[in-house]
């Protein structure tokens, strides 16, 4: 499987049985104890992104770029704390769940742009770029270049997260690829921390923050790296 078709097989998983699924798990209503554990996790990488920004005091006067933002989690939050948000995502159907969540829970949204998009096209320039959960689902090749693209459009900082390749993690995804389920339309890349440093580095930015979120069926590594 090429680069090309990862592209085509996320735009078309999260529009259909994918978009689905996941509205649930980053929503509240009833789901199963995986759904239920997964939705944990993505919370908890969420708040501790919302904890960093909010620490440092200034998110009123911040431009933010939220890269596949699925359906406003992280976005639609910051937005109401006051910053200037263009969020963007590869699904259609996820930017326009994410939309009517901002209309019915932001008492103004003029700050909030969400926009149809792969990474690769956007555009512009940010304060403050962050991308979590999504280099998942493209190998390291792949996510080398998104890396790169992404720190091109960000003025000071970047935050993104990622599921880190490591021993344990590695032999779990191998015996999960023997119990292929309807759910499991797409890849599941894992990325070394060391390459994802690099690349950033590579960029011209530093990590100054880290925090691993583990749960029983969530792993995500989040990186925050500002401009040296």
Not at 12 to 19: A, I, P, V
Not at 50 to 78: H, R
Not at 99 to 114: M, Q
Request: aromatic share 8%; proline share 3%; net charge negative.
């Amino acid at each position: 499987m090429n680069v090309a078709d990862d592209k085509t097989i996320v735009r078309e998983y999260f529009n259909s049985t994918g978009f689905d699924r996941w509205r649930r798990i980053y929503g509240d209503g009833e789901v199963n104890k995986v759904q239920l554990d997964i939705r944990t996790g993505h919370q908890q990488t969420v708040d501790t992104v919302i904890g960093w920004l909010k620490d440092d005091g200034n998110l009123p006067e911040l431009s933010i770029c939220d890269a596949g933002c699925g359906v406003g989690s992280l976005s639609i939050p910051l937005a109401a704390d006051g910053a200037k948000i263009y969020a963007s995502d590869i699904s259609e159907k996820m930017v326009t769940e994410a939309k009517d969540r901002a209309l019915a829970t932001l008492e103004n949204s003029e700050n909030t742009t969400f926009a149809v998009q792969d990474l690769e096209s956007l555009s512009g320039s940010y304060h403050t770029v962050i991308c979590l959960d999504v280099l998942i689902h493209y190998p390291q090749e792949k996510a080398d270049e998104m890396v790169s693209h992404l720190c091109s459009l960000a003025e000071s900082r970047v935050i993104m997260s990622f599921a880190p390749k490591t021993c344990a993690l590695s032999i779990l995804k191998k015996i999960g690829s023997f119990f292929p389920g309807p759910s499991k339309a797409t890849r599941a890349y894992l990325h070394r921390e060391a390459d994802v440093v690099k690349i950033l580095e590579s960029n011209g930015f530093s990590v100054q923050r880290q925090e691993m979120t583990k749960t029983r069926f969530y792993y995500s590594r989040l990186l925050e790296a500002t401009r040296k």
